[in-house]
Structures are given as C-alpha cells and as structure tokens.
C-alpha cells in the first residue's frame, strides 16, 4: 500500500522482528504442494468470504516443525525486498536480532541488499545480570542489530559526537583551543626512510634524535611545523616532542560509530518505560528508546524531514524515540506498522482493555506524547527563568500528533476474473462495474485511498470545503460527492495542478462533463474522472 507514495522517501528503517525463538507467532505458509489460497481454505485460515481469519493470522513457529527456518524467512523475505524500495538512495536499515537467526538473516540480507552494501553487524549488551537458567552453562547477554545500507557510496553513520573537553588553551595561541599529538612514526626505518632522523630544537640546540620508529612527517613536513610554531618542546632530551592539534582545525566528519552499541542500556529498560507509561506491565521484552535513539541519530539528520519506518512496530517504541530526539530541534517522521496480532486473554493488557497489540502501540504514543510535552513545558519554563520575557522565540515546540490508519477493503470494486460461460455473464459483469464504487464506501476513506493511489503522502494537508477536497493546497483537487459550475469554478481558482472526479457525480450529464473537461483543459490542469 505505501509503495507508490513513499518509493524512495525513507531515510532509516528499523525494525524488531520476531527472533524464531520456537515461541513466535507470525504469518507463515507451511505447506507448498498446493497453492496457498487451497490450504489457507482447507485449513480454516480464510472465511467464506476468502478474508484470514485470526486463528489463521498467528500461529507458533515450533522448533519441531521441519521447516522452523523456513517459514521465518519466508516471512522475512517479501516484507525486506519492499522495505528496500521504500528506502532512499542513501538509506539504512537496521535489524535486530539474535543468535536463532542471526547466520540467516545475514545471508538473506546480502542477496536483497548485496553483500557490498553491509555496513557492520552492531552488538548490544541487552542483560545486565547474568541468566543461569541456560543449562549449557553459558549466560547469553547480548542481542544483535545488523545495518545495511540501499548502495554503498561512501560514509552511512554519522559518527560519534567529539569529545572536546580535553581542548584547551594554556600559552593564549591565538589559533585557540589545542591538544598535543603524539609525532612517533608507524614503521621501520626499511620501509620509510625519509621519516627517519635526528631532530633538533632550533631555538635550544636541544637533540631529541630518532625513535625506533621515525617521525611522523618527513623533514620538510616537519620543518613547516616547527616554522608555525607547532611543535611541543621538552626540557629534556630524554622527552618526545609532541605537535598542537587545533580544535577549529578539526574537519566536520566526526569519529566513527562504535559497533558495541547502548551503553549501560538493558531490556529491564525498554520493560519499565512501559510500566511507567501504563502503570502495568502490557508488553513483553520492548526495546529501550535510548538504544533506537541511538541508532535514529546515526541514520537520520535531525536538521531534515526524515522518514523512520518500522514495519514490526510492537509497542510503538520507534515512534516514542522519534518524539524524545525532536526536542533537539529536529522535524523526523514516523511510520508505524503493527498488524493487529491479539492480546492473549489472560495478559493484563487484554484485561485493560487492549485487544490487540496494535491498541497499545497507539496508546503508547499518545501518553509518551503527553509526557514529552508536559517535559518540554517544564523546560520552557525553566528557560524563561533565565532569559527576558522577550525572547519567547527560544521556546522547544514540537508536534506530537499522529495519524492512525487501518489497512481495509479498497473503496472500488475490484475486478475478480471468474469462469463465465457465455456473452450474457460477461455483459452483467460489466453492468456492475459501471459505477466502480463499493456499495459501503465512505467519502473520508476514498480521499486517503485516491491520496496513495496518487502517489501522495499520507501526511498531506486534507482540506475539507463544501463539495471538494484539496490536497497540499493546489497540488491535488477531489470532487467526491457533488458537482455543478459553481463548484468547477471554485476548483479552478485555486490553480490545482490535477483534479480527479467521480464519473458518477455527473448524473449522466455529459454537458457539463465536457465542459468541465474543457475548462480544465484550457487552464493547463490535469482532469481525470473514475
């Protein structure tokens, strides 16, 4: 559904998939010697109507199942091939995961991605204390998340923030800030000669002669920097100068991101954010905001609009981490999606009234929103206490809203291909398709799907006026329920660049069909009817 609108337009992906630890329940063909529609109807997994049923929706993947690896990645694969088209041209997607399936993920990810484009398999010490129930005697402690990248050209993280608090300034340099660094060299006199020599302080006369290894720089390198006053130098022979590194001479691309990943950050804290939130414990093992936070900062720019879809989204723990980073000033996106897996009976979530897993990912966002603004409220204030009255522009703002959409039946008929017999059938086919719309089609409904349908984010501005609908301001117009001059006119003077009608709102009035046909025309709008 998200393919034609959002092709291309995800800057990370991040995603939390069931481990295949034998206890999973997920979507899973496990028959293959008949076609899927036959068995999913024969095992009770489809209704009358041909639409899956719950029972059939989630079922544990055993470890005694012959194809216990196969039916994983036959449901990791075709979701994976699609979250690589959503990405852009420099995107990353990251994937945790454990040692269940970790050798197989990572032969799956290099034929949809290509080995080439691995960036590094990331690990995370996700226990604290160590587990002695395992009785191999060995504690597991940490969890995996493997990066790819879409095409592999050139740096995917941005790095470690620098460290710069060693920086100082002791003889007033007029250059600023420095730290000294070491000038010893790398290798052997055989191999690099040139950097392998006596030096010599000009001013004192002093000879700090040659490590075993040489210099750093040759002696016309090493000149230049004795002639900017550059260079550290001992009272003692015996000492090993050393040269300034200025602060502001520091190129922009910061140190490399370590693969040993959320420091002092444990399931336990993924586990009591939820309690935290809800006062009760709704959700099983979700990951810890700071460790997604982490990951989000090396993927996105918090200077853009990126997109982070997460397509496994459990308790909405990625759109929690997208609104906690946003007070740094960023605007990233997020796009969750959670089938609607249910509740067991007995959970206390379902007890509360969550049915499905899908419940309590929306209401984890609209509390953690709540409390993200009740944080920046108290941060605004604390600020005001600081500064003038005047200066209100310094205030943290940030939008918290979301939408919710759930994936349903198209608002258009759809053409089923059946056996027909003679001319006749075919003809009463074509009768029912004269009018494309579904018999239970809502107006509100059809907007977003024509919006997909077009290409067009889910996110657009949808403006209501009385008998059509823009979208972006002009970039889209929908004439949905009513049609007269009147209202052509109105469409007109906004200038959209297309305009899309419903063929039936006409009432088989073909006049005023042409003639809006021909208005559009001449004003250069694109004019479609359905």
Known sequence: VLQKSYFGKVKMIYIDPPY????????YPDRFSETK??????????????????EGMFRRNSRENGQYHSNWLNMMMPRLYLAKNLL???GVIFISIDDNEVHNLRLLMNEIFGEENFVGELIWKSRQNKDNRNITGL?????YVLCYSKYNDGRKLNGSERKTEQYANPDNDSRGDWVSGNMVGLLGEDLRPNCHYDLINPETGINYGKPKLGWRYDKKTMSRLIEEKRIIWPDSKDGRPRRKVFLNELNSELPNFTSIIGEKTYTRDGTKEIDELFNSKYFDFPKPTTLIGELIKQGTDCRGNDIILDFFAGSATTAHAVMQLNKDGGNRKYICVQM????????EAYKAGYNTIADIAKERIRRAGKKIQSEIAEENRKNKEKLDFDKSNEEIKLDTGFKVFKLSVSNFKQWRQSPLHNSEELTDQLKLFIDP????????????ELLLKSGKDLNSRVENNDGYYLIDSNELAFILEKVNEQIILEVLSEYPKKVIALDRIFNENDQLKTNTALQMKDAGVEFKTI
């Open 37 to 54: 529609e036959e068995y999913q109807k024969r095992v009770g997994d489809k209704d009358d109507e041909g639409y899956m049923t719950s």
């Open 139 to 143: 504690s597991i402690d940490h969890e």
């Open 88 to 90: 852009q041209e420099d």
């Open 20 to 27: 295949n630890t034998g206890n999973d329940s997920f979507i």
């Open 437 to 448: 719309i579904a018999e239970n089609a809502i107006i509100e409904d059809m907007v977003y």
């Open 340 to 347: 609607p897996e249910p509740c067991e009976e007995k959970s």
